[in-house]
């Protein structure tokens, strides 16, 4: 009786902080963001995890950014989000529990500041449910990807060509899965672009920009940790180009 009591004291205080930290925080519509004018890539090579302590009571809480390719979706005046592979962050308790007002696995990332002395900051999209990770084809990284544009609607498609970098028609049967679970269909009914003829063979493994995401909200709990922060921070400098769909595979054949 007890124990519960405690627990359930500790996780009403870890609510009553999240509430508080949450009404901070305006929540940001993705509509209300830029793309950027380039599409730039930072891999991490591998998870970056941190467990800590928070709040009154000292609850355990790991925060874990999966490792693979992340690319600049949206940008403002201040910085550059890079989001994460899909589902590819997670915030859990000691006991695999998600931390309270947002699930166990999130889509988002991590804003990088145009400042230098500022500290880089982690964002998620608002949702109720756990966000399903996709695991990306082997070999997946920055230099396998490329992207198409719509430019009626502002709707980006990451491709990666680890898997069938070949060239390829319309009618080619080319293999596409879109973060939505389409299933396979051809490249251009995937990405929504419209596109005809020329298209290139690969797989779609996000739509970066789009209407279909919920609002961006600080990922809970607030990491403080500086050495957690500085080392996401520290792959900026490394962060690459990605090129439009049709120069990367051609690129990519070749090699």
Same mark, same amino acid.
């Given at each position: 009786?007890?124990? /519960? ?18 009404? %901070? ?15 730039? %890539? ?99 990284? %920055? ?5 198409? /544009? ?56 996000? /739509? ?48």
């Amino acid at each position: 009786m007890i124990p /519960s009591l405690i627990f359930n004291l500790r996780t009403a205080a870890s609510m009553l902080s999240f509430a508080l930290l949450s009404g %901070c925080a305006t929540p940001i519509s993705p509509e209300d963001l830029k793309a950027p004018q380039e599409i730039t %890539c930072i891999d991490l090579k591998e998870p970056l995890v941190l467990t800590d302590y928070y709040g009154p009571f000292d609850m355990q809480w790991t925060t874990k950014f999966e490792k693979g390719p992340y690319w600049s979706e949206k940008a403002d005046s201040n910085g550059t989000y890079y989001r994460a592979p899909s589902g590819g962050i997670s915030v859990t308790g000691e006991n695999g529990g998600a931390f309270p007002g947002q699930p166990t696995t999130s889509d988002g990332g991590f804003y990088i500041p145009n400042n230098e002395n500022e500290p880089v900051k982690l964002y998620a999209y608002l949702s109720t449910e756990a966000a399903p990770e996709k695991p990306y084809p082997n070999g997946t990284d %920055c230099s396998t990807l490329g992207y198409v /544009s719509d430019p009626s609607t502002s709707k980006v498609d990451i491709v990666s060509f680890a898997v069938g970098g070949a060239i390829g028609g319309a009618t080619g049967g080319l293999i596409a899965r879109g973060i939505s679970g389409s299933g396979n269909m051809s490249y251009g009914q995937a990405a929504s672009t419209g596109a005809a003829g020329g298209l290139i063979g690969g797989i779609i493994i996000a /739509s970066i920009i789009n209407s279909g995401v919920g609002k961006i909200v600080p990922l809970q709990p607030p990491i403080k940790n500086t050495q957690f922060l500085d080392k996401l921070k520290s792959f900026s400098p490394s962060k690459t180009f990605i090129r439009e769909a049709e120069s990367a595979a051609l690129s990519h054949q070749k090699n």
